[in-house]
Each structure stands twice: as C-alpha cells, then as structure tokens.
C-alpha cells in the first residue's frame, strides 16, 4: 500500500507558508485594486451608482478579502511550526496576534457586504430616501475601511515576533528578520498615527506600505523558494529541548 | 477508561451541546421572528418575543465558547496524529468563534433600534424598523460568512481522523466532503444568492458528517490501538496494518 508522507517536511511547511503568504499578498492587493476605485470620497451617489453598475467587481473585491484573511490564517500556522524550535512560547505569542488579526479583519467583512444590501432597495427601505441610503452605504465602506488599520496592529506585532525569531535562527538569513521586524514596526506606527493624526496619517501610508511589503514580500519569497536550511533547523530544534 | 477513549468522549459530549444550542438560534429564532422583506412585522415579531430573540443572541454566543472549547478537546484527541493540521483546525475554529462573537452585536443592533429609545426619536418608526431590518440582515450574512469557516476546519479535522487509525475513516472522508459542502453554501449564498435555498436541500447529506462523527465520538470513543502502554497511545502514531 502506497503511503504518503504525511509528516510534512520542515522545508515543505516553509514553502507552504512562503506560498501561502504570496497568496495573501496577492489576494490583498486585488481586493484593493478591485474595490477601491468603486469609491468616490465624499460622493454617496456616484459611490453607489459606480457599485451597482460594477456589482461583480464589488463582489470580487470581498471575495479577495476572504481569500487574503483565509490564506494568512495558513501562514500563521506554518511559520508557527517553521520557528518553534527558536522559541516556543514566542512563535506561539507571533500566532495568536495574527489570528486575532485575522479575526478583526473579518469584523469587517459583515460590513463589506452592507452597501449591497442598502442599494439594492428591498422593500424595507422604503422608509428612507435613495440619497439617505446612498449615504448609509458610503459610511459602512468607510467605517469597513477603518477596520483595516486596527488589525494592522496585530499583524504588526506579529511580523516583529516573527521578524526577531528569523533574527535569532540559525537556518534563515538575518536580514529578512530585520527587514520583517522593520515593516512590522512601520504597521503598527502607520495605524497610530491613522488613528491620532487623521489629517497627517493617511500621507504617511503610501511611504510606509512600501516598506512593509518588502519586509513581508521577501521573507515569503525566499520561504516559498528556498524553504529552510533543513540540517541546522533540525539541529536548533534538538537543541531546544 | 482508557485515556483516549475519555478524550473522545468529551470531545463528543461538548460537540452534542453544541448540535442542541445551533439549531435553536440558526433555524427556530429566525423562522419564528424574522418576515422577509417586512420590517414593520419583524420589529412587532422581535418585540412580542423580546426574550426569545436575547436567547438566541445568548445561544449564538454560548455556541462560540463552546466551539473553542471543542476545537481544543479535539486537539487533545488528535494532535498526536498530527500537530501542524491539528493547529489549523484550532485555528479556523478560533477565528469563527470570534467572527460568530462578533456578529452577535448585529442581533443586539437591530434590537435596539426596535426598542426606539428616546434618543432615536429623530428617526420615524419605519426608518428605525428599516434599520433594524437592515441588522438583522446583516447578521445572516455575517452567519454566511461564517460557514466558510464551519466548512474549513473540517478538512483538517477529516483528514486526522482519516489518518488516526483509532476513528473510522469513512468518518474522515465524510468530514472532509462536509467541508467542502459548507465552503461551496457559503461562496453560493455570497455570490449566486438565488441559487442558495436549492443548494443548501442538495448538500444536506453532506452536511450530516459532523452528526456522524459526533455520534461516533460519544458513543464508540474510539478504537484503543492494541499494542498500548499507558498514555502513550495519546502521543503516539496509529499502530495498525
């Protein structure tokens, strides 16, 4: 009888999270270029008629989100397998931030699918005004918006866990922890000055994210391609009982 | 009792608790209280039955405890087949719980909008009815969402099982067959919502693989591997041929 391998391979679980998180990057940024540009800031009308006329894109917009949020969970698991024998207790730390991360960000995915329900006029609504509905369903996209930043701090904290972990192994390059811890921080200080410096904030994104994505984006490139140096990953885990 | 034939059955007695509370709150509540398309009705339904309908929302959030509860006794079970899938069983279960959590505050939203406290006044009864419409209907789609991941944990979940040698694996198949049904329900319900009433009467056989597996834990626990000495059978690969 043929058996395979069901013990999956360090190296394997390395390119599981490397893939894995490429997915979500990917993902991510479709559901970015899908959504964004339906919205028209401080428009209600011209938001809403651009939603209704481009539905499907709409919808795939959310579907990215879920796929983004879903594949970050796999990461999450796996680079929590690939770096527990640096340490345990940290990796585990690292995990549950992104997961709690994950779980915030499908807060928002409830308030994704409000705008659809308010444009498309069931017979409830009636009791409001097209514009008022209009308005209603532009203030859920930008309240679904501000639910970006807050997870962002925990996959900051997260990317800063990981990132040191990385540091401190023996079987990956030092510098993709460095560049990992560094586009942690920028997360988390991007969402604070989001939320305490709203006129300044949202200028100091497109600096940052750039940053944040190199971090996260090489880190997952030499995961997915290299995997990990599977003799000394063996050796720190022996070590580390 | 054997100590995996313990875990088994509190894995099984944890899940039947949960098999009593879902239905209460995703099938009898709703049927009962919510008239489609009818705001005004559903307000007087919800008002009439005030108790009922905080029972549910009671229920929706006893099922989320519950199923983190179950996820780890589950993880007791069959992290010794194998960590990293039994870690994303845990972690799809965590992240629906606290999706499941959340969603709730949906429930409480539309209630009170219904309720009309005097501060609400600046809005006429069917505006606050439609509001309310609007939060009941979010929170089902917040459910739908939801059962994306009520299908994903499954697979890992399966797929152990399968793998356990000490459960039985058509049991295995099933669940993992199950997961794909839920997954298959909720991209329907998010994207061909008209298609979702005929697809959810098709997947029901699907859908019983969790009934089975609960009936099978409860009843039968599971099969102790011949050759065992003490605990270790927890720890320790399917020993069979």
């Given at each position: 009888m043929m058996k395979p391998d069901f013990n999956m391979s360090p190296r394997f679980q390395a390119?599981?999270?490397g893939g894995l998180w490429w997915l979500c990057i990917v993902s991510g940024v479709v559901g970015f270029v899908a959504g964004a540009p339906l919205i028209v800031a401080n428009n209600a009308a011209a938001t809403a008629a651009n939603i209704l006329a481009k539905e499907s894109l709409f919808r795939l917009g959310f579907a990215a989100d879920l796929i983004s949020g879903v594949s970050y969970m796999g990461v999450t698991i796996f680079i929590y397998c690939v770096l527990k024998p640096v340490s345990r207790s940290l990796s585990l730390l690292g995990a549950f931030f992104g997961l709690a991360g994950v779980a915030i960000g499908g807060a928002s995915w409830v308030i994704h699918?409000?705008?659809?329900l308010?444009?498309?006029?069931?017979?409830y609504l009636t009791a409001f005004t097209t514009s008022q509905l209009q308005a209603t369903s532009l203030a859920a996209l930008n309240l679904q918006m501000q639910v970006f930043p807050i997870g962002m701090i925990f996959f900051g904290i997260q990317c800063i866990s990981i990132g040191y972990l990385v540091a401190r192994s023996t079987f990956?390059?030092?510098i993709l922890g460095l560049l990992l811890a560094i586009g942690g921080t920028c997360y988390v200080i991007a969402s604070f000055s989001n939320f305490l410096m709203p006129s300044f904030g949202p200028r100091l994104v497109p600096l940052i994210m750039p940053v944040a994505l190199i971090g996260e984006g090489s880190l997952a490139l030499w995961l997915l391609v290299k995997g990990v140096n599977v003799q000394r990953w063996k050796e720190q885990a022996s070590l580390g009982r | 009792m054997h100590p995996l034939k313990k875990a088994a059955r509190i894995a099984g007695a944890i899940y039947l608790s949960m098999v009593i509370t879902g239905p209460f709150s995703l099938i009898y509540v709703p049927t009962?209280?919510?008239?489609?398309?009818?705001a005004a009705a559903t307000a007087e339904n919800i008002l009439a039955h005030e108790t009922m309908f905080r029972l549910a929302i009671l229920a929706d959030l006893f099922g989320s405890v519950i199923f983190i509860c179950l996820a780890i006794a589950l993880y007791r079970l069959l992290s010794g087949v194998n960590k990293i899938w039994a870690a994303l069983m845990v972690a799809f279960a965590l992240v629906s719980a606290a999706v499941g959590f959340l969603n709730t505050l949906n429930n409480i939203a539309a209630l009170t909008l219904f309720r009309g406290a005097d501060f609400l006044a600046v809005f006429d009864k069917p505006q606050r009815d439609a509001l309310g419409m609007l939060f009941?209907?979010?929170?089902?789609?917040?459910?739908?969402i939801d059962e994306m991941f009520w299908g994903l944990w499954l697979f890992p979940f399966g797929l152990?099982?399968?793998?356990?040698?000490?459960l039985p694996r058509f049991i295995g198949v099933w669940l993992m067959i199950n997961c794909f049904g839920y997954v298959a329900l909720s991209v329907t319900a998010l994207f061909f919502p008209g298609y979702y009433e005929a697809a959810f009467k098709w997947a029901q056989p699907v859908l019983f693989g969790e009934l089975a597996i609960m009936l099978w834990l409860l009843i039968k626990g599971a099969k102790v591997p011949v050759t065992q000495t003490g605990s270790i059978a927890l720890s320790s690969s399917p020993a069979s041929a």
């Open positions: 390119r599981m999270a699918l409000a705008p659809l308010l444009l498309h006029g069931d017979q990956l390059p030092r | 009962k209280l919510i008239v489609r398309g009818n009941v209907r979010l929170h089902s789609q917040g459910i739908l152990l099982v399968f793998r356990s040698g000490f």
